[in-house]
């Protein structure tokens, strides 16, 4: 928590000036790498980045670039004219960091938790490398979370409700991960509450406290931290095994609550992860969360432009 604290307290020092290092990245360029689609991080990313006086490049691997072989030892006699390992040192020639957003891609569990995308940026680009969502964790949205609930909390120690939530397509579980790995760590009462089947990797969770009745976990919660994931464990990796539309947030629940804040990371699909009644309600902080994205990820990049870890 040591740690923590530290980054929370530059989140709110930058916050308050958030050009207060305007020309640390002076003659510095960014180079931001898309697998897949973002909204938030792709524009909070960028907007940190000229907060601190970079330059800034995206690349959109899917929309415009060619089309990367990934695999080893593979004949490209096929669709893919570029192979990863050509590209990614490619890349670093143009750029003083990196960030890479790769998600799972639930062909291979191991390929996945090993973040071989990630990894290999890492390992070939010759330049410093973040995540601005990998294929198991977010930690970008976990720290602008952690932030958030800083500014939000009335209490010292609150109580912070992971909750499940439908949705039908099958999600990555970076997010939850990365919420777990944080609130593990912070100075919260942290519950999560999922149907059968969907626990997630136990070196994010650790011995967070599981609660499968969701009304159950509500009752008193200061914070409700709504997400889907797809199951984690080997047999039915990716899959959903659930859509019990009963797992929607709702009004009803929310009253179970300590009028608790409501969380989302965004996108959000309403009326199946979340009631438009509660998303739209005075304790809904989804805008101010991502906001905070643009601050975490300031501390992020100000850290490595002083080369600290
Ligand atoms: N929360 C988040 O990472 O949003 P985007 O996918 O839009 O970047």
Not at 138 to 147: G, N, S
Not at 258 to 270: E, G, K, S
Request: negative net charge; charged residues 25%.
């Amino acid at each position: 928590m040591g740690n923590l604290n530290a980054a929370l307290q530059e989140a709110s020092d930058l916050k308050k000036d958030r050009f207060a290092f305007k020309y640390l990245g002076n003659n510095k360029t960014l180079l931001m790498v898309f697998f897949n689609s973002s909204l938030r991080t792709r524009l909070s990313t960028q907007k940190a980045a000229m907060n601190l006086g970079m330059n800034t490049m995206v690349l959109d691997i899917a929309q415009n670039a060619w089309r990367l072989e990934t695999g080893t030892g593979v004949i490209m006699d096929g669709d893919k004219p570029e192979h990863i390992r050509e590209a990614i040192p490619v890349m670093g020639c143009y750029c003083d960091l990196i960030g890479v957003r790769s998600f799972a891609r639930f062909e291979n569990k191991q390929d996945d938790y090993n973040e071989n995308i990630l990894q290999q940026f890492i390992q070939l680009s010759g330049r410093p490398v973040f995540s601005m969502e990998g294929a198991t964790t977010h930690p970008l949205q976990a720290f602008a979370d952690l932030i958030t609930i800083e500014e939000f909390k009335t209490k010292k120690r609150p109580k912070v409700v992971l909750t499940w939530a439908p949705h039908p397509k099958a999600l990555p579980q970076a997010v939850p991960n990365s919420f777990a790995d944080f609130m593990n760590e912070a100075d919260v009462d942290f519950v999560i509450t999922h149907p059968k089947g969907y626990e997630l990797a136990p070196q994010f969770t650790r011995d967070a406290r599981v609660e499968y009745n969701q009304k159950e976990a509500f009752r008193g919660a200061d914070f409700i931290y709504a997400k889907n994931w797809s199951v984690f464990e080997d047999a039915h990796y990716g899959e959903i095994l659930c859509t019990d539309t009963n797992w929607m947030v709702d009004e009803a629940k929310m009253s179970l609550t300590n009028h608790a804040r409501f969380m989302h990371c965004l996108p959000v699909r309403r009326n199946v992860i979340v009631t438009d009644g509660v998303i739209e309600s005075p304790h809904s902080i989804v805008f101010q969360e991502a906001a905070n994205r643009e601050i975490a990820c300031q501390v992020v990049l100000k850290r490595m432009l002083e080369g600290v870890e």
